[in-house]
C-alpha cells in the first residue's frame, strides 16, 4: 500500500484516473488536481483516492476514481488506513454510484447538495426567459467590456488584482479551496481562462476546468470581479464563453457544485440521517454566513440548465458527525 501526498508524477497519476474512470460520472472531477490534496493508491490497483487531512479527520473528495473492479479495494483500503490512523473519514461529492457504494458499506450517506449542467447543442439566449440576461450583457458590453481567452501566465498580475478587491469586498474572507478551483501549477495548462477587461484594465474572469464521461465538456469553475465593476461581467464572459465551446463542438456546459441546493427527498438512500437531512434544509434557508447557496444557485438558474445532478457526503459510521460536517468547510478553508 502506498500513500503519496505530492510525489513526482502524482497530478499525473490523478489525471489520467479522472480521465480514465469516469463511471461516477462526476462533473468536478479535475479538481482532485487542486494544489494541497493528498493521494492514496494501492499496489496492483488501478484507480486513486483524492483527500486532506484536517485535524483528526481525512476528507475525501469524490468516491475513488478507479477501474470498476478496483473501486471497492480503493475504498476498503482507504478506510482501513484512514482507521488506522485514528481518523475519522467523511467523503464530499460523492455522485449516486458512489453514495450507493458507501452506503451498502455501512457508512451514513445524505444528499448535501447538486451541481447543474446546461446542454449546449441547442443552447440560445433568445426568447423572453433571457431577456434580463440578455439586459445584462448589453450594459456590460456598453460600457466597454471586451473578453478574451488568455494564457494565465500572461494575467498572473491582474487576475491576484482581481482576487485582491474581489476578497477584501467581503470583509477580508478566506480563500476558499478543495472543493473549489484554482489557477495555476501544473495543473493549469488544462484550463481554459477568460478574461474581461473595461479601458484595457481586467475587472473579471472566469475559469474552465475540463470534465469528462458522458456529459463530457467545461465547467464553470473559479470566476471573480472587481466588485465595483459594471453589472452584468460574469454573465457577459460566460456567455461569450458559450459561444467559443459551441463552436468547438462541446456538448455540455457545467455550474459545478453548490451545497444546500436541489434537495429532493426522492434523491435520499436508505439508512440515510433524519437529522443530516434537516440540517441542510435548514441551512439552505438560513446558512449564508456559512456559505452563500442562494446567491450561487441564482446565477445558475439563469442559464435555464437542463440538468441536476444530486452530490451525497458519507460519513464512516451509523450516524451523520457533525464534526466531520464542520471539517468539510475546514479542508475549504472556509473557517
Not at 465547467?219 to 459594471?230: A, N
Request: with cysteine; glycine share 10%.
Amino acid at each position: 500500500m502506498a500513500v503519496t501526498s505530492t510525489e513526482t508524477g502524482a497530478e499525473k497519476r490523478i489525471l489520467e484516473a479522472i480521465r480514465t474512470h469516469t463511471a461516477s460520472e462526476n462533473p468536478s472531477s479535475f479538481l482532485a488536481l487542486n494544489s494541497g490534496n493528498s493521494m492514496f493508491t494501492v499496489p496492483g490497483a488501478d484507480g486513486v483516492v483524492v483527500y486532506r487531512r484536517t485535524g483528526r479527520w481525512a476528507v475525501q473528495f469524490g468516491g475513488p476514481f478507479a477501474a470498476e473492479d478496483d473501486y471497492d479495494t480503493l475504498l476498503d483500503a482507504f478506510r482501513s488506513h484512514v482507521r488506522d490512523e485514528g481518523l475519522g473519514l467523511v467523503g464530499v461529492q460523492l455522485q449516486r454510484g458512489d453514495a450507493e457504494h458507501y452506503a451498502r458499506r455501512g457508512f451514513t450517506v445524505n444528499q448535501i447538495g447538486a451541481s447543474w449542467a446546461v446542454s449546449l447543442a441547442e443552447f440560445t439566449l433568445r426568447g423572453t426567459r433571457f431577456m434580463q440576461l440578455r439586459n445584462k450583457i448589453s450594459r456590460a458590453h456598453r460600457n466597454g467590456l471586451t473578453i478574451q481567452e488568455v494564457d494565465a501566465g500572461d494575467v498572473r498580475d491582474a487576475v491576484a488584482t482581481i482576487d485582491k478587491a474581489w476578497l477584501g469586498a467581503k470583509g477580508g474572507a478566506h480563500e476558499l479551496e478543495f472543493l473549489v478551483g484554482q489557477i495555476g501549477g501544473a495543473a493549469q495548462a488544462h484550463r481554459r481562462l477568460f478574461v474581461g477587461a473595461i479601458d484595457g484594465a481586467p475587472v473579471a474572469y472566469i475559469s474552465y476546468s475540463p470534465v469528462h464521461g458522458s456529459r463530457a465538456g467545461w465547467m464553470h469553475d473559479l470566476s471573480r470581479r472587481i466588485p465595483e465593476g459594471s453589472p452584468g461581467l460574469m454573465e457577459a464572459i460566460n456567455a461569450h464563453a458559450i459561444e467559443v465551446f459551441r463552436a468547438e463542438g462541446v456538448a455540455w456546459l457545467h455550474f459545478g457544485f453548490t451545497p444546500f441546493t436541489g434537495l429532493d427527498s426522492g434523491y435520499e438512500l436508505d439508512g440515510h440521517s433524519s437529522a443530516f437531512q434537516w440540517l441542510t434544509r435548514a441551512l439552505w434557508a438560513e446558512g449564508a454566513a456559512l456559505y452563500p447557496a442562494q446567491t450561487q444557485l441564482s446565477y445558475k438558474q439563469k442559464w435555464a440548465p437542463d440538468v441536476v445532478i444530486p452530490e451525497y457526503v458519507a460519513f464512516d459510521g451509523p450516524a451523520a458527525s457533525l464534526p466531520g460536517f464542520a471539517h468539510v468547510f475546514r479542508a475549504c478553508n472556509a473557517f
